[in-house]
């Protein structure tokens, strides 16, 4: 298999810490913080690496942090084409508070990328040593960069006969979808915001999702619905999986576990059927872990084989 690709615009530094009580005024005792890699793609790397599949993580880094960023994606041995910024990476922060176990989440701006910087991107992604056949282009984009960037790596992409999957939001998913890629993985409410809609039922999400791939905007649609699980829709497939019932710690990091699962499914030769089923038990299994932490191979494995016997015998024979 060759290896995935993956492409993280706009990449943090994830520190993350526990407290007793979180109050105001006074100072806060916290536990030694953690710091791990973030961000859509660097994410979508690091759950590869646990399902077994090689992939090179390219994002632009600057700074201490950035520095900080390379060495825990070395220190999880992930393949890196980091791009030298002039601004430094940010750092998101995540503290729980033990008293209540609530998370609370702070997001930086991100790390600002020159014109030059984007076009080293650019030339990065094009001189690859090997062509690969899966492109994953996953999280937001940093202050600087237009949606129409995307599209230039996308057309980029294509023209070197790479598979491009998406799993952004806003304006850079409905620019990249113009473009057209091979799969993108929207959840209920990205997928209803590209309708133009509030809310959709389940037979408006394939509706809206055959509307993309008539469109020629995807070749697959891959809906996420959270603990509903999810719906692929292709030229000649409508196909709904639900998710597996297990013990929820977390939700963090279920995107991006379940796009790991669905390229890896697509890279190995799964049937689009299959790579979804995969796809949810990424999703799900990571959802059993607490905080920030991914996915264990062997939840994947059972809720793999789980959701195969009960939606899909034949491919479970
Ligand atoms: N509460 C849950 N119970 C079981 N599975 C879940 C739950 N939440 C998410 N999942 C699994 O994770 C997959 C992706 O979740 P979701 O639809 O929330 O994606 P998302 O909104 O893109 O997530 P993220 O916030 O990580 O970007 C789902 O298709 C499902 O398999
Ligand atoms: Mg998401």
Redesign the pocket.
Known sequence: MKPIVTLTLNPTVDKSTTADHIIPDQKLRCAPPKFEPGGGGINVSRALKRLGAASIAVFPVGGPTGTLLRELLEQEQIQQQPIETESRTRENFIVVDASSGQQYRFGMPGTPLSPQEQQQVLITLKSLAEVPEFLVISGSLPPGVEPEFLMKIVRAAKSMGIKVVA?TSGPALHQILQEGVYLA?P??GELSKMAGVDELDSEAVAQAAHQLVQEGKCTIVVT????Q??CVVSQDLVDHVP?PA?K?RS????????VAGLVYGLATGLSVRETVRL??AC??A??MNPGTELFRKEDVDKLYHWLLQQTLPAAAA
């Open positions: 799993d993985k959840n209920v996420s619905l959270g603990p699980g999810a998710a297990v929820k939700t963090v990091g279920a995107g991006d576990s379940m796809g949810v999703g799900t990571a959802t």
